[in-house]
């Protein structure tokens, strides 16, 4: 069995002197989609910050195809082909839509994301690519974001809380997409207060109560009981 | 101001540490020593500690205005200058006993800095800091244009008005000396003083977190305009003091950036910014320094300019930092402890 | 007439102060950063442009093609070396840097060159002048450095609109953690940054020995000139600070006309009266 593409072994996180994760580990196979539930301040978004390299971890704590990259700076583990869409969308106001979606692709990595496509993905984008990007609705900031993440044509893309504030129509709308993304074998880890969405969309699920890995298995094995009680730690 | 000092019956707050306690020991020790220098030491020395003793009022008050009100001002100079030119016109034109004429100098240069305090306080920052050597600038330049006080090349005081100060010229030399060291010793008590107070509280409020300070109901601007005033109240006594004891005035001297912010941002950086101590340490840092290295001109500049940069870079809490965060010293009473 | 042709040397020297003041202006909007040594750094451009013209035997502006490239190199190495490590959310350690660079480079300059007053010749273009008609005449040099100081300010413009490393700065400039996630290494933007702003230091300090006496003192007035220009012409507007200098510079001329020793202050009360009346400036983009 192959190597998986992203592996989390024994990750410990934390804010100064607040530990937020304890020994996490995870594992994302190539061309799969993991969800990460969880309550607020468990850790999730610790989680993928650690993974995109925005927050410190020991040098074998994360392994990306094979190699440890834990000490890698996030400027380089996107050249390595991790992409981060981050919570709250976080899209550059002083730039336009397209200006967000170009500087997404500044490294040039090669592959099957760029504008066109990007546009094909979300045509909305397209009427409004000259405006400023902080302007659009919070459904299409969303977009612009995912669309941001995909112009680096990461092999791993990383999504924090996408549904954070969405009406759930516009939920369901993005979701829709998330299909088209992962066609090409692109893996995903998203992680998702809106745990039918993150069920519906994912193979695996990982849930995260207080910093630790509370429970995890295939989607459709894992019953609702069970989901709850490691959810609250009942 | 809604920083509010209701008593909580039971409750107190004790500022004296061990360390503090042998602090105002020594500093009480030290100071009656200095008082009765004029009977051990030699002319010379009386010089030398005199403007030691400026310095150390001078980098104090700017502790006060950068580390602890958080406004950076590289534009000191100005009440230093404006300061001296006052005493020049009070006595001169004015026919006021010098002496008299230091605290009224001071007065008139905190009156003058709230317009001043009005225009910058509009700049944020850096741009702030800047906008106080402007300030300097167009200080000197119209400090230029009074012939009457010397114009550009400057004037010196008539030997009559110093024989004003006192018959015999080392009685002269004593009581200069000693205005200078009331002067320091009075900028010293204030700002511990005003750091015991709740308003020093507010003070470390504001410096931590403007923001978080403002919505505690702190009036940050009020307080800052306070300090703002209050220090170019005693920035420029010092400054009449100094050029009192200089004789001589031109707006370049009285201006001048090494003299008057260079030198003292680089003894309160060494020394340790935002702590009372600071200034002192970095005063007789700067003195020693002085005495050996001075002789090698604008390498001296650019040596000291280089240890302030590495201080910044690698010890930005300056000498006294690194001792009280080692040893938890303090040389004045102003911890806070609350005991029940 | 007479008034008229004050009025049109106050705007050409108003270039040169834009120029001083781009430089200023291009790293306050990136990085936060107020480079206290910013006139010092002119200065050393100068020097640069001394040396370069003695050894080689060019027209100082000529020397532009050695002090350039000079200055930028400076400006990477002094940004990554040392002010990179100063930017945070204090501001106290970027002043107190900057200014002791301020001392050190003045004193630096002292010793290798001592006080005296320089200035380097550009040969007959110094005093050639251009007749418009009607009593009204530009010398050439002057002229020049205007023309230069609005293409430079056009092409900064374009440089940060149009191009990716324009975006580059924007984006590292709004927000430096997702920058990252861009694949942007914020330390070598930032000295990216200052090199491009010292590039422009180049120009305005060649400009400066060539137009006028310098010496290793007068590097503060010039960063006062290019932070007036700056704040009258409104904080992150390039073209502002083409008006703030341009302001300046006439203002200056109309003090000294009307009494040499006025000049410096006319253009400090100009400054005061915007700042009094409009803070924000004239032109202020508002930063997103």
């Known amino acids: 069995m192959p190597d998986p593409l992203l592996e989390v072994r024994a990750l410990d996180a934390g804010y100064g002197d607040f530990q937020a994760l304890f020994g996490v580990s995870l594992a994302v196979a190539a061309g799969q989609v993991v969800a990460v539930i969880g309550a607020n301040g468990a850790g999730k978004s610790t989680l993928l910050k650690s993974i995109a390299g925005v927050m410190p971890s020991r040098r074998d704590a994360v392994r990306f195809d094979g190699e440890p990259v834990g000490d890698l700076p996030a400027h380089r583990r996107v050249a390595r082909g991790i992409a981060l869409v981050p919570e709250g969308r976080r899209l550059f106001p002083s730039l336009s839509v397209e200006e967000n979606l170009k500087i997404g692709g500044q490294l040039g990595r090669p592959g099957p994301w760029a504008l066109a496509r990007i546009y094909e993905l979300f045509p909305v984008l397209a009427e409004r690519r000259s405006q400023p990007a902080t302007s659009l609705s919070g459904g299409q900031q969303q977009m612009v974001a995912i669309g941001r993440a995909l112009m680096s044509n990461p092999k791993l893309l990383l999504c924090d809380e996408i549904s954070l504030g969405l009406a759930p129509i516009v939920v369901r709308e993005i979701y829709a997409r998330l299909p088209a993304i992962v066609a090409e074998g692109l893996s995903l880890v998203i992680v998702e207060q809106d745990i039918v969405q993150a069920l519906a969309a994912a193979s695996q699920v990982y849930c995260l109560q207080e910093g630790r890995v509370a429970l995890e298995g295939a989607a459709g094995a894992l019953t609702r009981e069970a989901i709850a009680a490691a959810y609250f730690g009942v | 101001m809604s920083v509010t000092a209701e008593a909580t019956p039971g409750v107190k707050v004790a500022h004296a540490t061990p360390s503090s306690r042998i602090g105002v020991a020594l500093f009480v020790v030290v100071f009656v020593a200095l008082a009765a220098a004029p009977y051990w030491g030699d002319r010379q020395s009386l010089r030398l500690l005199a403007e030691i003793f400026a310095y150390v009022a001078l980098a104090s008050l700017w502790n006060l205005l950068a580390g602890y009100a958080g406004l950076v001002s590289v534009g000191q100079q100005a009440y230093v200058g404006l300061g001296a030119y006052l005493l020049f016109a009070l006595t001169m034109l004015l026919d006021l006993p010098p002496l008299a004429a230091i605290p009224l100098a001071g007065l008139i240069a905190a009156i003058a800095a709230v317009p001043v305090a009005a225009l910058i306080f509009r700049l944020r920052g850096h741009y702030f800091a800047i906008g106080t050597w402007v300030v300097a600038e167009v200080f000197r330049l119209l400090a230029a244009q009074v012939s009457v006080l010397g114009g550009g090349s400057g004037i010196s005081l008539p030997v009559g008005i110093i024989t004003a100060i006192a018959p015999t010229r080392q009685w002269r030399e004593f009581i200069v000396y000693w205005v200078a060291l009331a002067l320091v010793v009075m900028v010293l008590l204030v700002t511990v003083a005003l750091l015991r107070s709740r308003y020093g509280l507010a003070l470390t409020a504001i410096r931590d977190n403007e923001l978080a300070a403002r919505s505690n109901g702190i009036d940050v601007r009020r307080i800052k305009l306070a300090i703002y005033v209050g220090v170019a109240f005693g920035t420029a006594m010092i400054g009449a003091l100094i050029f009192l004891q200089k004789i001589r005035i031109s707006p370049d001297t009285a201006f001048s950036v090494n003299d008057w912010t260079a030198f003292v941002i680089f003894i309160t950086v060494i020394g340790g910014i935002g702590r009372v101590e600071g200034p002192i340490i970095g005063t007789i840092v700067f003195f020693l320094l002085r005495q050996t290295l001075a002789d090698l001109g604008s390498l001296y500049l650019l040596m000291l300019g280089a240890v302030a940069i590495l201080v910044m870079l690698k010890a930005p809490k300056g000498i006294w930092g690194l001792i009280a965060d080692r040893f938890g010293w303090q040389m004045f009473p102003l911890e806070r402890r609350v005991i029940s | ?288």
Do not use: C
């Open chain 3, 1 to 288: 007439m007479e008034w008229l042709n004050i009025i049109l040397q106050g705007v050409l020297v108003g270039g040169l102060y834009a120029m001083f003041a781009a430089g200023l202006s291009l790293i306050f909007g990136v990085m936060r950063l107020v480079n206290i040594a910013h006139g010092d750094l002119i200065v050393l451009a100068a020097y640069v442009a001394l040396v370069a013209t003695d050894a080689l035997g060019v027209n100082p502006l000529l020397s532009l093609v050695v002090v350039v490239p000079v200055m930028a190199a400076l400006g990477y190495a002094l940004q990554w070396l040392v002010l990179n490590r100063t930017l945070g959310d204090d501001l106290l350690p970027p002043l107190l840097v900057t200014f002791g660079l301020s001392v050190i480079i003045q004193n630096g300059l002292l010793e290798l060159f001592t006080a005296d007053s320089r200035k380097l010749q550009a040969g007959a273009i110094e005093t050639a002048s251009l007749h418009l008609g009607g009593g009204l005449a530009v010398g050439t040099l002057p002229l020049l450095q205007f023309v230069v100081a609005v293409a430079v300010i056009a092409a900064l413009q374009a440089l940060f609109y149009r191009t990716a490393l324009g975006r580059a700065f924007r984006a590292t400039s709004d927000d430096q953690s997702v920058a990252q996630l861009m694949g942007l290494d914020n330390r070598h933007v930032f000295a990216l940054a200052m090199a491009l702003s010292l590039a422009v230091v180049a120009i305005a300090g060649v400009f400066l020995a060539v137009r006028a006496n310098f010496d290793p003192s007068i590097g503060p007035a010039r960063l006062i000139f290019g932070f007036e220009a700056v704040i009258m012409g409104g904080l992150g507007s390039l073209w502002g600070t083409l008006a703030g200098g341009i302001i300046l510079g006439v203002a200056q001329a109309i003090g000294a006309q009307l009494d040499p020793g006025w000049q410096l202050l006319a253009g400090h009360i100009a400054f005061l009266i915007v700042l009094a009346l409009r803070p924000e400036g004239l032109f202020p983009k508002v930063q997103g």
